[in-house]
């Protein structure tokens, strides 16, 4: 985890986060940019639980990302705590939390005055989530993007073994796009509320722009090809931490982990 201020950068552990955020970030008062990235490997976590057994607990290497509802606690810190940061332009956090709690909480009447980009995980963008589910997640984004009066760029993912997807706004292009291994039907309901959102952040009615790539031409063999598949933009994950990763999903496949 990444802390970035004026002059100021701190890497923390995972086991401090949750401290930082109820307790720390208000002696950060000049917080410019939050990211954080919380790594796992899928064959890796299946192979300690075949050995384990089904009802051996976990430590934090072995488990898999934030399901919904679990580390809510900390989702729903870093959502009402984070307006509070008056200099806070940049928070990514990629699988530590559930985008869908963070949101939750996150468009209650709190302005973040300076954010400029938002980034979070949600393991409810897969191939087989319930079309309502994946509808309630993005209209939920986009109510709290009306809390963001200088938000340029908000990005949902997931990326796993087998499947990759991202749900973006960029305010510069109007426009929201879906880059995914399968393709989805926005509602009407989703389509309606990012409407409402170009209008407060442009002052007028010329709608959203809606834009699709679908990757049909494979399936990523870990959750590091999906993501660059995905091509995510800078800030999310560190550049080498990527490539670690990409190699560690080819030497396991070499040896058929």
Request: with cysteine; proline share 4%; net charge negative.
């Amino acid at each position: 985890m990444q802390f970035v201020g004026a002059g100021l950068l701190l890497t923390m552990t995972t086991h401090e986060i949750e401290s930082v955020f109820f307790v720390q970030t208000t002696k950060l008062p000049q917080l410019r940019q939050i990211s954080v990235f919380e790594d796992f490997n899928e064959r890796c976590i299946q192979h300690l639980r075949a050995l384990k057994g089904p009802y051996m607990m976990m430590d934090d290497r072995e488990r898999l990302p934030a399901r919904y509802g679990e580390n809510a606690q900390l989702a729903r810190a870093m959502a009402l705590i984070g307006p509070e940061l008056e200099f806070l332009e940049h928070l990514s956090v990629a699988f530590m939390i559930d985008a869908s709690i963070f949101l939750l909480h996150c468009h209650r009447g709190r302005i973040w005055h300076r954010l400029q980009f938002l980034s979070l995980t949600s393991r409810m963008l897969h191939r087989e989530a319930y079309v309502d589910m994946v509808s309630t997640l993005l209209t939920r984004a986009a109510l709290a993007a009306k809390c963001m009066p200088n938000l340029e760029r908000l990005l949902l993912w997931n990326a796993v073994e087998g499947e990759s997807c991202s749900f973006e706004y960029r305010r510069s292009e109007k426009a929201i796009i879906w880059t995914a291994t399968w393709d989805v039907k926005f509602s009407e309901e989703v389509i309606r509320a990012w409407n409402e959102v170009v209008d407060l952040h442009f002052f007028s009615t010329t709608g959203i722009r809606i834009v699709k790539n679908i990757l049909r031409y494979k399936d990523p063999l870990s959750h590091a090809e999906g993501m660059t598949m995905l091509n995510l933009p800078p800030g999310i994950v560190d550049p080498i931490s990527l490539f670690q990763m990409q190699d560690e999903a080819l030497w396991e496949l070499r040896f058929k982990l």
